[in-house]
Protein backbone atom coordinates (compact mmCIF):
# COMPACT_ATOMS: atom_id res chain seq x y z
CA UNK A 1 0.00 0.00 0.00
CA UNK A 2 2.65 2.53 0.71
CA UNK A 3 6.54 2.23 0.50
CA UNK A 4 7.16 1.27 3.79
CA UNK A 5 5.25 0.92 7.45
CA UNK A 6 2.96 3.62 8.31
CA UNK A 7 0.97 4.49 10.71
CA UNK A 8 -2.97 4.17 10.82
CA UNK A 9 -2.66 8.02 11.94
CA UNK A 10 -0.88 9.46 9.54
CA UNK A 11 -2.82 7.86 7.32
CA UNK A 12 -6.27 9.27 8.63
CA UNK A 13 -4.44 12.69 8.36
CA UNK A 14 -3.90 12.33 4.73
CA UNK A 15 -7.52 11.22 4.37
CA UNK A 16 -8.83 14.34 6.35
CA UNK A 17 -6.71 16.54 3.99
CA UNK A 18 -9.73 17.90 2.43
CA UNK A 19 -13.68 17.53 3.15
CA UNK A 20 -14.28 15.72 -0.52
CA UNK A 21 -11.07 13.38 -0.33
CA UNK A 22 -11.31 10.74 -2.80
CA UNK A 23 -15.32 11.27 -3.55
CA UNK A 24 -16.29 9.33 -7.04
CA UNK A 25 -16.02 11.80 -9.94
CA UNK A 26 -15.36 9.32 -12.98
CA UNK A 27 -17.77 9.14 -15.94
CA UNK A 28 -20.55 7.07 -16.68
CA UNK A 29 -21.66 4.39 -19.70
CA UNK A 30 -22.50 6.49 -22.34
CA UNK A 31 -20.81 9.53 -21.59
CA UNK A 32 -17.22 8.79 -23.06
CA UNK A 33 -15.76 5.14 -23.84
CA UNK A 34 -17.21 1.78 -25.05
CA UNK A 35 -19.01 -0.03 -22.25
CA UNK A 36 -18.11 -3.17 -23.61
CA UNK A 37 -14.82 -2.95 -23.12
CA UNK A 38 -15.11 -1.33 -19.27
CA UNK A 39 -12.67 -3.01 -16.69
CA UNK A 40 -12.33 -2.38 -12.74
CA UNK A 41 -10.40 -3.64 -10.38
CA UNK A 42 -11.54 -5.91 -7.81
CA UNK A 43 -9.71 -8.26 -4.77
CA UNK A 44 -12.85 -10.81 -3.96
CA UNK A 45 -15.72 -12.63 -5.41
CA UNK A 46 -17.95 -14.03 -2.65
CA UNK A 47 -20.20 -16.69 -3.46
CA UNK A 48 -22.94 -17.96 -1.65
CA UNK A 49 -22.85 -14.65 1.09
CA UNK A 50 -25.34 -14.93 3.04
CA UNK A 51 -24.07 -11.27 4.94
CA UNK A 52 -24.79 -8.72 2.44
CA UNK A 53 -28.52 -8.28 1.81
CA UNK A 54 -31.13 -11.17 2.21
CA UNK A 55 -31.26 -14.66 0.84
CA UNK A 56 -28.07 -15.76 -1.11
CA UNK A 57 -25.84 -13.56 -2.57
CA UNK A 58 -22.44 -13.25 -4.63
CA UNK A 59 -20.97 -10.05 -3.15
CA UNK A 60 -18.45 -8.27 -5.91
CA UNK A 61 -15.60 -6.41 -3.50
CA UNK A 62 -14.24 -3.33 -5.45
CA UNK A 63 -11.08 -2.16 -4.50
CA UNK A 64 -10.10 1.26 -3.28
CA UNK A 65 -11.46 3.39 -0.36
CA UNK A 66 -12.14 7.16 0.53
CA UNK A 67 -11.74 6.32 4.08
CA UNK A 68 -9.31 5.13 6.59
CA UNK A 69 -11.15 3.28 9.45
CA UNK A 70 -8.58 2.28 12.59
CA UNK A 71 -10.68 -0.86 12.90
CA UNK A 72 -10.45 -1.79 8.97
CA UNK A 73 -11.32 -5.50 8.40
CA UNK A 74 -9.99 -5.47 4.65
CA UNK A 75 -7.04 -3.28 4.38
CA UNK A 76 -6.42 -4.93 0.98
CA UNK A 77 -9.34 -2.87 -0.21
CA UNK A 78 -8.28 0.68 0.96
CA UNK A 79 -5.99 0.87 -2.42
CA UNK A 80 -7.38 0.86 -5.72
CA UNK A 81 -4.27 0.08 -7.32
CA UNK A 82 -3.22 -4.00 -7.35
CA UNK A 83 -0.88 -4.75 -4.07
CA UNK A 84 1.87 -7.40 -2.66
CA UNK A 85 0.89 -9.41 0.26
CA UNK A 86 4.42 -11.67 1.39
CA UNK A 87 3.66 -14.67 3.81
CA UNK A 88 6.67 -14.91 5.63
CA UNK A 89 5.65 -18.27 7.12
CA UNK A 90 5.73 -19.62 3.28
CA UNK A 91 8.59 -18.08 2.07
CA UNK A 92 11.88 -20.25 1.51
CA UNK A 93 14.61 -17.82 0.65
CA UNK A 94 14.77 -18.96 -3.28
CA UNK A 95 14.71 -15.34 -4.53
CA UNK A 96 13.21 -16.07 -7.50
CA UNK A 97 10.78 -13.27 -7.36
CA UNK A 98 13.75 -10.96 -6.81
CA UNK A 99 14.98 -12.08 -10.21
CA UNK A 100 11.67 -11.85 -11.71
CA UNK A 101 10.38 -8.21 -10.53
CA UNK A 102 11.13 -5.61 -13.64
CA UNK A 103 11.46 -2.75 -11.61
CA UNK A 104 13.57 -3.82 -8.48
CA UNK A 105 10.85 -3.41 -5.97
CA UNK A 106 11.80 -6.07 -3.67
CA UNK A 107 14.72 -6.91 -1.56
CA UNK A 108 14.98 -10.03 0.74
CA UNK A 109 16.81 -9.34 4.35
CA UNK A 110 17.33 -10.84 7.25
CA UNK A 111 14.25 -9.38 8.71
CA UNK A 112 12.26 -10.43 5.96
CA UNK A 113 10.84 -8.81 2.25
CA UNK A 114 10.64 -5.07 1.74
CA UNK A 115 8.81 -4.14 -0.53
CA UNK A 116 8.95 -0.57 -2.80
CA UNK A 117 5.54 0.23 -2.82
CA UNK A 118 5.78 2.87 -5.18
CA UNK A 119 8.05 1.62 -7.61
CA UNK A 120 5.95 -2.00 -7.39
CA UNK A 121 3.25 -1.98 -10.05
CA UNK A 122 1.63 -5.34 -9.16
CA UNK A 123 2.55 -7.07 -12.74
CA UNK A 124 2.12 -10.07 -10.65
CA UNK A 125 5.68 -11.54 -12.58
CA UNK A 126 6.91 -12.09 -8.65
CA UNK A 127 3.81 -14.24 -7.79
CA UNK A 128 4.47 -16.56 -10.73
CA UNK A 129 7.63 -16.87 -10.18
CA UNK A 130 7.99 -17.56 -6.84
CA UNK A 131 7.92 -21.17 -5.44
CA UNK A 132 6.25 -21.33 -2.47
CA UNK A 133 3.66 -18.69 -2.94
CA UNK A 134 4.95 -16.51 -0.83
CA UNK A 135 4.11 -13.62 -2.71
CA UNK A 136 0.67 -13.36 -3.19
CA UNK A 137 -1.26 -9.73 -5.93
CA UNK A 138 -3.89 -8.36 -4.56
CA UNK A 139 -6.62 -7.17 -6.58
CA UNK A 140 -7.05 -7.99 -10.42
CA UNK A 141 -8.16 -5.85 -13.45
CA UNK A 142 -11.27 -8.06 -14.69
CA UNK A 143 -13.82 -6.51 -16.80
CA UNK A 144 -17.80 -6.17 -16.40
CA UNK A 145 -18.58 -9.43 -18.60
CA UNK A 146 -16.29 -11.50 -16.54
CA UNK A 147 -17.61 -10.67 -13.48
CA UNK A 148 -21.31 -10.84 -14.51
CA UNK A 149 -20.54 -14.50 -15.96
CA UNK A 150 -19.16 -15.27 -12.93
CA UNK A 151 -22.21 -13.51 -10.91
CA UNK A 152 -24.90 -15.27 -13.05
CA UNK A 153 -23.79 -18.60 -12.14
CA UNK A 154 -25.59 -18.77 -8.88
CA UNK A 155 -29.03 -17.66 -10.54
CA UNK A 156 -31.29 -20.51 -9.08
CA UNK A 157 -29.55 -19.64 -6.10
CA UNK A 158 -30.91 -16.17 -5.88
CA UNK A 159 -34.24 -17.50 -7.37
CA UNK A 160 -34.75 -19.33 -5.08
CA UNK A 161 -34.03 -17.26 -1.50
CA UNK A 162 -34.23 -13.94 -2.75
CA UNK A 163 -30.88 -13.42 -3.16
CA UNK A 164 -28.91 -11.68 -5.62
CA UNK A 165 -26.08 -9.34 -6.30
CA UNK A 166 -24.25 -7.16 -3.75
CA UNK A 167 -21.48 -4.88 -4.77
CA UNK A 168 -19.04 -3.84 -2.40
CA UNK A 169 -16.07 -2.78 -0.99
CA UNK A 170 -13.38 -0.98 -0.58
CA UNK A 171 -15.99 1.79 -2.05
CA UNK A 172 -17.91 0.74 -5.02
CA UNK A 173 -19.09 4.46 -5.66
CA UNK A 174 -15.29 4.89 -6.32
CA UNK A 175 -15.67 2.66 -10.12
CA UNK A 176 -19.08 3.81 -10.69
CA UNK A 177 -19.00 3.39 -14.18
CA UNK A 178 -18.33 -0.48 -13.79
CA UNK A 179 -20.89 -0.78 -10.97
CA UNK A 180 -23.13 0.48 -13.55
CA UNK A 181 -22.70 -1.58 -16.29
CA UNK A 182 -22.58 -4.57 -14.31
CA UNK A 183 -25.78 -3.21 -12.45
CA UNK A 184 -27.49 -3.33 -15.48
CA UNK A 185 -26.11 -6.65 -16.79
CA UNK A 186 -27.97 -7.51 -13.80
CA UNK A 187 -31.05 -6.13 -13.99
CA UNK A 188 -31.38 -7.99 -17.65
CA UNK A 189 -30.78 -11.14 -16.19
CA UNK A 190 -33.65 -10.33 -13.36
CA UNK A 191 -31.16 -10.16 -10.58
CA UNK A 192 -31.67 -8.38 -7.79
CA UNK A 193 -29.18 -6.23 -6.76
CA UNK A 194 -27.68 -4.11 -4.00
CA UNK A 195 -25.21 -1.65 -2.93
CA UNK A 196 -22.88 -1.35 -0.41
CA UNK A 197 -21.76 1.80 0.45
CA UNK A 198 -19.84 3.84 3.51
CA UNK A 199 -21.56 6.63 2.15
CA UNK A 200 -18.56 8.90 1.13
CA UNK A 201 -19.33 9.49 -2.23
CA UNK A 202 -20.57 11.84 -4.89
CA UNK A 203 -24.30 12.15 -4.17
CA UNK A 204 -24.46 12.59 -8.19
CA UNK A 205 -22.67 9.17 -8.07
CA UNK A 206 -24.98 7.53 -6.22
CA UNK A 207 -27.66 8.82 -7.37
CA UNK A 208 -27.35 7.08 -10.84
CA UNK A 209 -26.32 4.00 -9.08
CA UNK A 210 -29.42 3.76 -7.07
CA UNK A 211 -31.70 4.27 -10.42
CA UNK A 212 -29.69 0.37 -10.85
CA UNK A 213 -30.19 -1.02 -7.21
CA UNK A 214 -32.98 -2.65 -5.89
CA UNK A 215 -31.46 -1.85 -2.13
CA UNK A 216 -28.85 -0.29 -0.50
CA UNK A 217 -26.53 -0.61 2.88
CA UNK A 218 -24.83 2.27 4.52
CA UNK A 219 -22.29 1.95 6.88
CA UNK A 220 -23.16 4.60 9.89
CA UNK A 221 -20.42 4.29 12.60
CA UNK A 222 -20.09 7.41 14.60
CA UNK A 223 -22.12 10.32 14.76
CA UNK A 224 -19.59 12.84 16.56
CA UNK A 225 -18.02 14.35 13.85
CA UNK A 226 -14.44 15.05 15.51
CA UNK A 227 -14.24 11.21 16.82
CA UNK A 228 -15.76 10.52 12.61
CA UNK A 229 -13.04 12.74 11.60
CA UNK A 230 -10.11 11.11 13.95
CA UNK A 231 -11.20 7.69 13.33
CA UNK A 232 -12.36 6.78 9.74
CA UNK A 233 -10.32 10.18 8.33
CA UNK A 234 -13.27 11.85 6.57
CA UNK A 235 -16.37 13.90 7.27
CA UNK A 236 -19.65 12.83 8.93
CA UNK A 237 -21.94 14.94 6.86
CA UNK A 238 -21.47 13.61 3.68
CA UNK A 239 -22.28 9.97 5.08
CA UNK A 240 -25.55 11.42 6.68
CA UNK A 241 -26.56 13.03 3.63
CA UNK A 242 -26.05 10.04 1.72
CA UNK A 243 -28.39 8.22 4.08
CA UNK A 244 -31.12 10.72 2.73
CA UNK A 245 -30.40 10.38 -0.56
CA UNK A 246 -31.02 6.36 -0.57
CA UNK A 247 -34.14 7.49 1.86
CA UNK A 248 -35.74 10.02 -0.51
CA UNK A 249 -35.22 7.76 -3.42
CA UNK A 250 -37.41 4.91 -1.93
CA UNK A 251 -34.64 2.16 -1.93
CA UNK A 252 -34.81 -0.21 1.29
CA UNK A 253 -32.40 0.57 3.37
CA UNK A 254 -29.73 -1.57 5.43
CA UNK A 255 -27.85 0.58 7.84
CA UNK A 256 -24.68 -1.43 9.69
CA UNK A 257 -22.55 -0.29 12.49
CA UNK A 258 -19.24 -1.41 13.25
CA UNK A 259 -19.15 -2.19 17.19
CA UNK A 260 -15.70 -1.44 18.38
CA UNK A 261 -13.94 -1.63 21.54
CA UNK A 262 -13.13 2.27 22.89
CA UNK A 263 -14.64 4.02 19.11
CA UNK A 264 -17.77 3.07 18.74
CA UNK A 265 -18.90 1.21 21.30
CA UNK A 266 -21.00 3.46 23.69
CA UNK A 267 -24.76 3.41 24.18
CA UNK A 268 -24.57 7.07 23.81
CA UNK A 269 -23.36 6.81 20.07
CA UNK A 270 -26.07 4.37 19.39
CA UNK A 271 -28.72 6.37 20.64
CA UNK A 272 -27.52 8.90 18.20
CA UNK A 273 -27.99 6.98 15.34
CA UNK A 274 -30.57 5.37 16.39
CA UNK A 275 -32.51 8.97 16.85
CA UNK A 276 -30.75 9.98 13.26
CA UNK A 277 -32.75 6.55 11.44
CA UNK A 278 -35.93 7.04 13.52
CA UNK A 279 -36.09 11.34 12.45
CA UNK A 280 -34.33 10.97 9.15
CA UNK A 281 -34.26 8.07 7.46
CA UNK A 282 -37.46 6.24 6.62
CA UNK A 283 -36.67 2.96 4.32
CA UNK A 284 -34.86 1.50 6.81
CA UNK A 285 -35.54 -2.35 7.09
CA UNK A 286 -32.92 -3.84 9.15
CA UNK A 287 -30.17 -2.16 11.65
CA UNK A 288 -26.75 -4.94 12.14
CA UNK A 289 -24.51 -4.24 14.67
CA UNK A 290 -21.59 -5.96 13.60
CA UNK A 291 -18.87 -7.05 16.86
CA UNK A 292 -15.00 -6.37 16.82
CA UNK A 293 -13.52 -8.81 15.08
CA UNK A 294 -9.45 -8.80 15.85
CA UNK A 295 -8.05 -11.69 13.51
CA UNK A 296 -7.14 -9.49 10.88
CA UNK A 297 -3.64 -8.56 12.49
CA UNK A 298 -2.39 -10.74 9.78
CA UNK A 299 -3.44 -8.85 6.72
CA UNK A 300 -1.93 -5.46 8.02
CA UNK A 301 1.42 -7.08 8.08
CA UNK A 302 1.74 -8.38 4.44
CA UNK A 303 0.89 -5.34 3.61
CA UNK A 304 3.74 -3.78 5.84
CA UNK A 305 1.27 -1.51 8.07
CA UNK A 306 0.71 -1.52 11.28
CA UNK A 307 -2.69 -1.85 13.20
CA UNK A 308 -3.11 0.49 15.94
CA UNK A 309 -5.94 -2.52 17.00
CA UNK A 310 -3.73 -5.34 16.90
CA UNK A 311 -4.20 -6.20 21.01
CA UNK A 312 -8.13 -4.77 21.34
CA UNK A 313 -10.22 -7.48 22.99
CA UNK A 314 -13.68 -8.43 21.16
CA UNK A 315 -16.56 -7.33 22.51
CA UNK A 316 -18.58 -8.80 25.13
CA UNK A 317 -21.75 -10.86 24.72
CA UNK A 318 -23.89 -8.50 27.70
CA UNK A 319 -22.70 -5.42 26.37
CA UNK A 320 -23.92 -6.09 22.41
CA UNK A 321 -27.02 -7.19 23.82
CA UNK A 322 -27.06 -3.78 25.42
CA UNK A 323 -26.48 -1.79 22.47
CA UNK A 324 -29.50 -3.29 20.49
CA UNK A 325 -31.74 -2.35 23.30
CA UNK A 326 -30.58 0.83 22.97
CA UNK A 327 -29.93 0.53 18.73
CA UNK A 328 -34.01 -0.85 19.12
CA UNK A 329 -35.06 2.91 20.01
CA UNK A 330 -35.12 3.19 16.44
CA UNK A 331 -38.49 1.46 15.61
CA UNK A 332 -36.66 -0.64 12.68
CA UNK A 333 -35.60 -4.37 13.35
CA UNK A 334 -31.79 -4.75 14.94
CA UNK A 335 -29.74 -7.85 14.66
CA UNK A 336 -26.35 -8.03 16.27
CA UNK A 337 -23.77 -10.78 14.89
CA UNK A 338 -20.14 -11.33 15.67
CA UNK A 339 -17.83 -13.03 17.73
CA UNK A 340 -18.11 -11.76 21.48
CA UNK A 341 -16.02 -12.81 24.83
CA UNK A 342 -17.93 -13.80 28.06
CA UNK A 343 -18.13 -11.39 30.44
Known sequence: ?????????????RASAGPQRGLARETFPGQDGNEKDISGTI??????????GPGIRTTVFMKGCPLRCVWCHNPEGLEKKKQLMWFDVRC?????????CPVGALELTPNGMIIDRELCDGCGRCQEACPAAAIE???RDVTVREVFDEVVRDEAFYRNSGGGLTVSGGEPTMQPRFVTELFSLARTAGIPTALDTCGYCSHEVLEKLLCLADMAMLDLKLMDEAKHIELTGVELAPVLESGRVITRASKPLWVRTPIIPGCTDSEENIGEIADFISRELGTVERWDLLSFNNTCGSKYSRLGLRWELEDAPLIEKSKMESLATVARQSGCKVEWAGVTRSD
Open 137 to 139: VVG
Open 1 to 13: MRSSPESRTSSRR
Open 92 to 100: IGARDCLEA
Open 43 to 52: FNVQRFSIED
